[in-house]
């Protein structure tokens, strides 16, 4: 058979996919097949992702005041839901990176979902003091007393009553005040990371404005914040 025929392009088209993305080709292979090589890839895709999934919770849990077996039980729960939907998905794989990495992305995605529902269920608003107390700080102002500190942040309580919108509140005290991931707060929310800077940006700009009408703030101080 010439090379030019048909056929003959088949084989070299397939060894430089098995080249290119390495163990993708098999990983895809296994996974829409059946029997116990599925059933083997299906296991080793779930420990695989577990490893990510744990040490995404790991490096988020200052965020969510979690440890322990409820910290293993949120990754246990995100890489078995992102082993069902890469299943689910997989003939959207298009080769244009390795597997594991496109695998990835679901796993984090489900870790950012799981954080998001569990940070929100134990949230109450609005909320504790020290939290509040914190503002000056994340505003870039460092009250000259502990009197001056108090005062900016009523202020900025104040503020946020008077000036924010319902949702912009929302997102402002999950964001800014609660430390909530940005991702998280983005699937809680049926909304987008842009969507939500674009928000948090324009509650800043009101609060900040009311600071300066105010007298808590210069407008120099705004510059640098």
């Known amino acids: 058979m010439s090379p030019s025929e048909p056929a003959g392009k088949a084989e070299p088209d397939l060894a430089h996919r098995r080249v290119a993305y390495g163990d993708s080709f098999d990983w895809v292979s296994a996974l829409t097949g059946s029997g116990p090589a599925r059933e083997q890839a299906v296991a080793s895709l779930h420990e695989l992702l577990l490893r990510v999934a744990r040490g995404e919770v790991s490096r988020r849990r200052a965020a969510i005041g979690v440890e322990g077996p409820e910290l293993d039980d949120l990754a246990h729960q995100a890489a078995a839901d992102a082993v069902i939907a890469i299943i689910a998905k997989i003939g959207r794989f298009r080769g244009e990176s390795r597997f594991t990495t496109w695998a990835y992305k679901f796993v984090v995605l489900e870790v950012a979902n799981k954080i998001g529902r569990h940070f929100w269920q134990r949230r109450t608003w609005p909320l504790e003091q020290e939290e509040w107390d914190r503002l000056p700080d994340r505003f870039g102002v460092r009250p000259a007393d502990q009197a001056e500190g108090r005062d900016l942040v009523s202020a900025v309580r104040r503020a946020v009553d008077e000036e924010l919108t319902e949702r912009q509140r929302t997102i402002f005290a999950a964001l800014v005040l609660g430390g909530m991931p940005v991702d998280a707060l983005a699937?809680?929310?049926?909304?987008?990371?842009?969507?939500?800077?674009?928000?948090?940006?324009?509650?800043?700009?009101?609060?900040?404005?009311?600071?300066?009408?105010?007298g808590y703030l210069t407008r120099d101080e705004v510059g640098r914040s």
């Open 187 to 214: 699937i809680e929310l049926g909304t987008t990371r842009n969507a939500l800077y674009k928000t948090l940006f324009d509650a800043r700009r009101k609060l900040r404005a009311n600071l300066v009408a105010n």
